[in-house]
């Protein structure tokens, strides 16, 4: 990938991502990244983000250097951080505005997370269009801003209060996007450790894991809630998380297998009869795409968004959505064993998920920067 300014093509378009915080801003933003390079390989790259997020491993994981700017959260109540806000923000703006100077920056596209206000204000001072990518049903405040200042702005989902934004879909790694469940299906399993046709629901909490999730599945398993019924569970419980029995040993029974992490969440899905996770927007586009059935349980906590995710697939037909407190040992029994045992009825629900999904989201941001670009370049 190009990266650098190429003596050779000293025109190149210049492209500035900003972005950080979770995976769930980074993923979208490198997806981005890649597919702009893909349309145009001599285009220059540069990606913004704080010293102290995740993108500081996932940025250069995915081959890409990063440069940060200032973290400036914004304080919940009167303190003495928000006596200093205003000079740290014009800092962090400074910081912004010499990035983009230095990489001749032709657009910023930001995806949201604390270094995206400081950003879009620079890129604004500049002069340097604002392309905008918000992942959550519920937008964030550093988006709201950089829509305010005129960023063209698009949603992973339809149901997003975005004055004007076009909807793309969820830009994701191409090993889930064209994934083809059917002809994975096979390998998946034998990769995962549960080989054969029986119906399998795969349960996840996601990378760090979920509690009350965890938690009702080990009841349920424990208490022989699988034997004989011929289904199972392939329960990822999360980094650092083991689901243990009476005795204290890790749980293992009929049917059940738990592992703390998947590399790849495209081998869960392909595996998968039925997901039953929570509805991080990540998530929540993926298996849309994949035309993966779904039980959701949203975070209890938060300001509500993951329900909001959820919303227009459940909509659709694509998934059911329970709320945290109803998921127990009674709902895996009453729902999950059920479902998971009715083709038909997965079969709708596959059918219904891939209406709603996108799989080109990548791609159609990546036009987007670069037909902001080309404007600027053209004005």
Do not use: W
């Not at 829509?147 to 063209?152: D, E, F, N, Q």
């Amino acid at each position: 990938m190009s990266t650098e300014p190429s003596p050779q093509n000293p025109a190149a378009l210049s492209a500035v991502f900003a972005g950080g915080g979770t995976a769930g801003h980074i993923s979208p933003m490198i997806a981005i990244a890649d597919a702009l390079l893909e349309r145009l390989p001599g285009a220059r790259v540069t990606m913004v983000g704080t010293p102290s997020g995740m993108e500081t491993r996932l940025v250069p994981a995915a081959g890409y250097e990063l440069k940060t700017i200032d973290r400036v959260p914004m304080p919940r109540r009167p303190s003495a951080d928000l006596v200093r806000l205003p000079g740290r923000f014009a800092r962090a703006v400074r910081q912004a505005e010499a990035i983009l100077d230095e990489a001749d920056a032709d657009v910023l596209v930001g995806v949201g997370g604390y270094v995206c206000t400081p950003m879009y204000a620079a890129a604004r001072r500049r002069g340097v269009p604002i392309v905008i990518h918000e992942a959550n049903a519920k937008p964030g405040l550093a988006n709201r801003v950089g829509s305010a200042l005129g960023g063209s702005v698009a949603v992973a989902f339809a149901s997003t209060p975005l004055r004007g934004a076009a909807h793309v879909g969820m830009p994701m790694r191409r090993a889930v996007s064209e994934l083809d469940r059917a002809a994975a299906r096979d390998g998946a399993r034998e990769a995962l450790g549960v080989p054969g046709d029986a119906p399998l629901v795969v349960v996840t909490g996601g990378s760090s894991g979920a509690a009350s999730i965890n938690g009702a599945v080990g009841r349920f398993v424990a208490g022989g809630g699988l034997a004989g019924t011929g289904v199972r569970i392939l329960h990822i419980t999360g980094r650092g998380k083991t689901v243990t029995g009476p005795d204290g040993a890790p749980l293992a029974g009929e049917g059940y297998v738990q592992r703390e992490y998947v590399d790849g969440m495209e081998l869960a899905y392909a595996a998968a009869d039925l997901v039953v996770a929570r509805s991080g927007a990540g998530t929540v586009c993926e298996l849309a795409a994949t035309g993966t059935p779904a039980l959701l349980v949203p975070l209890p906590h938060g300001n509500g968004e993951q329900a909001l995710n959820a919303a227009d697939l459940v909509r659709a037909g694509g998934a059911i959505l329970t709320e945290d407190s109803d998921f127990t040992e009674g709902l895996i029994r009453s729902t999950v064993l059920p479902l998971v045992q009715d083709p038909a009825a997965l079969a709708r629900m596959s059918e219904a998920a891939s209406r709603v999904g996108v799989r080109d989201a990548d791609r159609r941001m990546a036009d987007r920067a670069i037909a902001a670009a080309s404007n600027r370049k053209d004005a």
